[in-house]
């Protein structure tokens, strides 16, 4: 086989390795199942929140509804003191991969962040 074809597959080969781990969601599967733990729990806010035209005052009891995608997860927070179709959600954290060590998500820094903005009731 003549070197040029075997070069040709070689960089074939390292470019889909490349591909394949770059497009590999930074969430593990199971620390992404973990969530709906969280989405469970009554939570109460630390400090006030405001995100745009949104506000939630320090004190307010909270779900929070967690949104993940290949590089990022945001954590909304809703006050369950007002009816459920009048409540709005307050973006309450928007976490990147640049914001963990080596680009990979790690649940007890997100539970860190997490505890800085809500504490369990």
């Known amino acids: 086989m003549p070197k040029r074809m075997i070069n040709i597959k070689s960089i074939s080969l390292i470019l889909?390795?490349?591909i394949t781990a770059s497009c590999a969601s930074f969430i593990r599967d199971e620390d992404a199942a973990?969530?709906?733990d969280f989405e469970k729990k009554p939570y109460i806010?630390?400090?006030?929140?405001?995100?745009?035209?949104?506000?939630?005052?320090?004190g307010s009891n909270v779900k929070i509804k967690i949104v993940i995608s290949g590089n990022w997860v945001k954590i909304y927070a809703v006050n369950t003191d007002i009816e459920p179709l009048k409540s709005e959600r307050v973006l309450l954290?928007?976490?990147f991969d640049d914001d963990f060590p080596f680009?990979?998500?790690n649940m007890?820094?997100?539970k860190i962040r997490l505890s800085l903005l809500?504490?369990?009731k």
């Open 16 to 18: 889909a390795v490349v």
């Open 34 to 36: 973990r969530f709906g």
């Open 45 to 58: 806010l630390q400090k006030d929140i405001t995100a745009g035209d949104r506000n939630l005052a320090k």
């Open 93 to 95: 954290l928007f976490l």
């Open 103 to 105: 680009g990979k998500f």
């Open 108 to 110: 007890e820094l997100f």
């Open 118 to 120: 809500v504490k369990p």
